[in-house]
Each structure stands twice: as structure tokens, then as C-alpha cells.
């Protein structure tokens, strides 16, 4: 069973850091990219940060310069180091995970909330 198990996600004051982390199980492909993605109360899901097989990677304008994301091809996880944490990055964080296959799957979400 192919699946994505994210963890890191909780309580923090403005200012303040988080680290998510978002393992991916379960399947017979290779991964291409990885991302995370967001979605607010009553906004669309946004792309965060995304980083490709070839460690290239693009970010949100909104998160440039205090966001890092980073993968571990050896545990199949992608991680994503936020710092400087505004009260607007509160949402649930989504993993985001393409294979060479071109199947896509989704993780269950993490809620961060960030306290102003």
C-alpha cells in the first residue's frame, strides 16, 4: 500500500520554527518530486515548496527566505524546515508526492498554527 505518513506539525508563536517531515512507503517506482502544498480556512491549496529528483527547487514567494525543503532519497522523505513563522502560515500542510510512474499521492495533512 502506497502511502505518505507526515509528521511535525503543532502550536507556535510568531517568530518561531517548525520542521515537517513526510515519509513515503509502499511503492515500486522511484519518486520524482516532492512538495508540500497548503491549504487556510477558506483559501485554494497552495504550493509551499516543491524539490525535483535533481534536488532543484521553487518556492512560494510568501515563504522565500524562510522555508527550506529538503528530501532524503535513502528514507524516501521530504522535509520542510520553516522559520520566521508569521501567523498568516497558519494552515494544514500537505506532503505532495509524484512518481516515475505519474502516480500522485497526497498525505493526510499537519496543522500548524502559528500565534500572533
Known amino acids: 500500500q502506497v502511502q505518505l505518513v507526515e509528521s511535525g506539525g503543532g502550536l507556535v508563536q510568531a517568530g518561531g520554527s517548525l520542521r515537517l517531515s513526510c515519509a513515503a512507503s509502499?511503492?515500486?517506482?522511484?519518486?520524482?518530486?516532492m512538495a508540500w502544498f497548503r491549504q487556510a480556512p477558506g483559501k485554494p491549496r497552495e504550493l509551499v515548496a516543491r524539490v525535483t529528483s535533481a534536488d532543484n527547487t521553487n518556492y512560494a514567494d510568501s515563504v522565500e527566505g524562510r522555508f527550506t525543503i529538503s528530501r532524503d532519497n535513502a528514507k524516501n522523505t521530504v522535509y520542510l524546515q520553516m522559520n520566521s513563522l508569521k501567523p498568516e502560515d497558519t494552515a494544514v500542510y500537505y506532503c505532495?508526492?509524484?512518481?516515475?510512474?505519474?502516480?500522485?499521492?497526497w498525505g493526510q495533512g499537519t496543522q500548524v498554527t502559528v500565534s500572533s
Open positions: 509502499g511503492s515500486i517506482f522511484s519518486i520524482d518530486a
Open positions: 505532495h508526492v509524484r512518481y516515475s510512474n505519474g502516480y500522485i499521492n
